[in-house]
């Protein structure tokens, strides 16, 4: 009895060690106010020891269609809520690792082991631990980029770009100086059917 019992105990913590790969739509908005959406991306996460985990966001990419390679976050502590079931994730961690790192990524500076700096980090687990949704914003290239995994996000951009009328075909900043792509901030744009509305981005 004792045997089976040291058994089941050794495969419970080795099957706690191993990571969980969750796989979910994923949002970036780069410093320039690029926006894009991918579809299918994963992000790991693995349980290092008590409550402490390392997320991972795999082929991250943030640039468009420039996939640097797995942003690494470690000393990921871990609270849980008994009322909801729903497990929080933070960290004080200053720095995210960039590893399996591509070939494009030499354009925003990355190289394998090297570090961004962590502007900020949440992520929630839901009660059946199907669910895992992360925000991240990290700094690449001297500009921010701002990662959101496993939620839908509907901004106003998303609404103005659904239908062909509402497509944005002038872009300006406050100031009038008429830009190329959508900025953080107020953008005034004009739209294919003549209308001209400020658009917030996040």
Same mark, same amino acid.
């Given at each position: 009895?004792? /045997?089976?019992?040291?058994?089941? !105990?050794? !495969?419970?913590?080795?099957?706690?060690?191993?990571?969980?790969?969750?796989?979910? &739509? !994923?949002?970036?908005?780069? @410093?320039?106010? *690029?926006?894009?959406?991918?579809? %299918?991306?994963?992000?790991?996460?693995?349980?290092?020891? @008590?409550?402490?985990?390392? =997320?991972?966001?795999? /082929?991250?990419?943030?640039?468009?269609? /420039?996939?640097? +390679? &797995?942003?690494?976050?470690?000393?990921?502590?871990?609270?849980?809520?008994?009322?909801?079931?729903?497990?929080?994730?933070?960290?004080?961690?200053?720095?995210?690792?960039? =590893?399996?790192?591509?070939?494009?990524?030499?354009? +925003?500076?990355?190289?394998? +082991?090297?570090?961004?700096?962590?502007?900020?980090?949440?992520?929630? !687990?839901?009660?059946?631990?199907?669910?895992?949704?992360?925000?991240?914003?990290?700094?690449?290239?001297?500009?921010?980029?701002?990662?959101?995994? +496993? /939620? %839908?996000?509907?901004?106003?951009?998303?609404?103005?770009?659904?239908?062909?009328?509402?497509?944005?075909?002038?872009?300006?900043?406050? @100031?009038?100086? *008429?830009? %190329?792509?959508?900025? *953080?901030?107020?953008?005034?744009?004009?739209?294919?059917?003549?209308?001209?509305?400020?658009?917030?981005?996040?």
């Amino acid at each position: 009895m004792k /045997k089976v019992l040291s058994i089941v !105990l050794f !495969l419970m913590t080795t099957l706690c060690t191993f990571g969980q790969v969750f796989t979910d &739509d !994923l949002h970036v908005t780069s @410093g320039a106010g *690029r926006t894009t959406d991918y579809t %299918q991306k994963e992000v790991e996460l693995e349980r290092k020891g @008590g409550s402490r985990y390392k =997320v991972t966001f795999k /082929k991250l990419a943030p640039m468009e269609y /420039k996939t640097f +390679g &797995d942003f690494e976050i470690d000393n990921v502590m871990s609270t849980f809520d008994a009322e909801t079931g729903v497990t929080t994730f933070a960290t004080s961690t200053t720095e995210g690792k960039w =590893v399996n790192v591509t070939s494009t990524a030499a354009i +925003g500076g990355v190289t394998e +082991g090297s570090k961004s700096t962590l502007t900020s980090f949440t992520a929630t !687990l839901s009660a059946d631990k199907s669910k895992f949704v992360a925000e991240l914003n990290f700094m690449t290239m001297g500009s921010d980029v701002s990662v959101v995994f +496993g /939620k %839908q996000i509907d901004t106003a951009i998303n609404t103005l770009t659904t239908a062909d009328d509402n497509t944005y075909v002038e872009i300006y900043n406050l @100031g009038g100086v *008429r830009i %190329q792509h959508l900025q *953080r901030g107020i953008n005034i744009v004009r739209t294919a059917n003549g209308k001209v509305k400020k658009l917030l981005v996040k």
